[in-house]
């Protein structure tokens, strides 16, 4: 019985699944498109301490950690925050943003990496 019962609802959540990508497809373009920012993590410092992104528009963060030891983006405003490995990178993907400045910082380096996201 708990068999059948379990064949079941994965029939239904495959079916739910494969109509819910039919209705509302991911466009792969969307994310091509989405303006990418670099930022660099060194030392405790950041590389540049200011970034710059247009308002209003879904962007991605590219973030490297050259540093000897791990570093961790955090922005509490936007609540994102993601901790790097020394020599590995990532990406934060950004809603888009009302112009204004967004604070971030290294929660390992708190006192020398502090950084700002302008939007414009």
Do not use: W
Not at 19 to 36: C, N, S, Y
Not at 66 to 91: D, I, M, N, W, Y
């Amino acid at each position: 019985m708990m068999k059948t019962l379990l064949a079941f609802l994965f029939c239904v959540c495959s079916v739910a699944f494969a109509t819910a990508l039919v209705l509302f497809p991911v466009d792969a373009r969307a994310a091509d498109d989405m303006p990418t920012i670099k930022l660099l993590m060194k030392q405790g410092r950041l590389y540049p301490a200011t970034l710059e992104v247009p308002a209003n528009t879904r962007f991605r963060l590219e973030i490297h950690n050259e540093g000897p030891g791990a570093a961790e983006f955090e922005s509490l405003e936007l609540r994102k925050e993601t901790v790097l490995a020394p020599g590995v990178t990532r990406t934060l993907v950004f809603h888009p943003l009302k112009p204004g400045s967004y604070s971030f910082f290294d929660d390992f380096h708190a006192e020398t990496a502090q950084g700002r996201i302008v939007a414009k």
